[in-house]
């Protein structure tokens, strides 16, 4: 049995012991690529969480996080999701549980914890019970600090009027902004670098709550010490 056969029989077994599956329209990259994502996200460690952390997930750890995307997602597929600026999506009437990649998932360059932060944003998707978390669309005009237009920080796009933000912060872009923000400043294991990618996308993605409550929730929870 040569080299090739053993390292295909390991992606198989690692793909099965996260209890969800590819469809063939999955490339073996793509497949490559998330499986190692998961590994990575179950090595998490950390000593400490916030509060809304700890009522999203449970625990700032590894087996939080891999607990919390293996009971929501079965599946993985590729799809346009409908919208060329998308990255992701769940399409509840479909399959609430099957999460589904665009080719912007992989057209673009992103670190390895950004990566993550998408699929766990679309893994709240899934929620049944919560009306899947449906977006709000973002306001008209929609800018930054400097009066910049806000733009997404995967594709680019502009954002205002597109049904890219979110008005609490238990939602999709609250939820995976929160995991990440935890990781950048409790992270006991992680590298220098996975913990500045991890504040750079969560102060980012904090931009896409719009509700002045909410927003006061995540900055008490996170950002005021």
């Not at 994502?37 to 625990?59: A, R, V, Y």
């Not at 995976?176 to 102060?203: F, H, Q």
Request: charged share 20%.
């Amino acid at each position: 049995m040569n080299h090739s056969f053993f390292l295909l029989t390991a992606i198989l077994l690692a793909l099965t012991s996260f209890g969800f599956t590819f469809d063939r329209s999955v490339t073996q990259i793509i497949q490559t690529q998330m499986t190692q994502d998961l590994e990575f996200i179950e090595t998490i460690q950390s000593q400490t969480q916030s509060d809304l952390h700890k009522q999203i997930f449970g625990p700032s750890d590894g087996k939080a996080y891999s607990q919390f995307f293996n009971s929501r997602i079965t599946s993985i597929g590729m799809n346009n999701c409908g919208n060329a600026n998308a990255v992701a999506c769940v399409i509840p009437f479909r399959d609430s549980s099957k999460m589904w990649l665009t080719a912007n998932y992989v057209k673009f360059s992103h670190p390895q914890i950004a990566r993550l932060m998408v699929v766990f944003h679309e893994s709240r998707h899934t929620e049944d019970n919560h009306g899947n978390w449906p977006h709000a669309n973002c306001p008209k005009p929609f800018e930054d600090p400097q009066n910049q237009p806000m733009k997404s920080i995967w594709t680019g796009s502009e954002l205002a009027g597109e049904p890219a933000c979110d008005e609490t912060p238990f939602g999709s872009y609250g939820s995976s902004l929160i995991m990440l923000k935890n990781i950048s400043k409790y992270c006991t294991n992680c590298t220098e670098k996975v913990k500045m990618d991890a504040g750079i996308y969560a102060d980012d993605q904090v931009k896409r709550i719009i509700d002045p409550t909410a927003i006061q929730q995540i900055y008490d929870d996170l950002y005021r010490t």
